[in-house]
């Protein structure tokens, strides 16, 4: 197998592409953490289970506990990454572009 620029460059998308949703994976869950720390016993978030109304929802409940907390920026600055990953490795396999 040939090693092409367009091959590398695909491979390192892929790569950001799971980096990045990893990471935004992981502030996601952290925030859930945070936000179940101010609830009360019987009404916490699950960790399991990610659909968009409640990545929402995470958000919002989040901002409003922690008004100065920066891990929404940081989960949104990882599922960018993963997004712009992911069009490389669209241009790459001559998908997109």
């Not at 935004?24 to 659909?51: C, D, H, P, V």
């Not at 920066?70 to 997109?96: N, P, Q, S, W, Y």
């Amino acid at each position: 197998m040939q090693l092409s620029p367009r091959l590398i460059t695909g491979v390192v998308s892929f790569c950001l592409v799971l980096t990045g949703l990893f990471v935004a994976n992981m502030y996601l869950t952290m925030m859930i953490g945070e936000i179940n720390r101010k609830r009360q016993e019987n009404g916490l978030l699950s960790y399991l289970g990610f659909s968009f109304p409640k990545i929402l929802r995470i958000f919002h409940e989040y901002r409003s506990a922690y008004p100065n907390g920066k891990m929404h920026v940081f989960a949104l600055t990882a599922f960018t990454v993963a997004m712009l990953g992911l069009v490389g490795v669209a241009v790459c396999l001559c998908i997109v572009g």
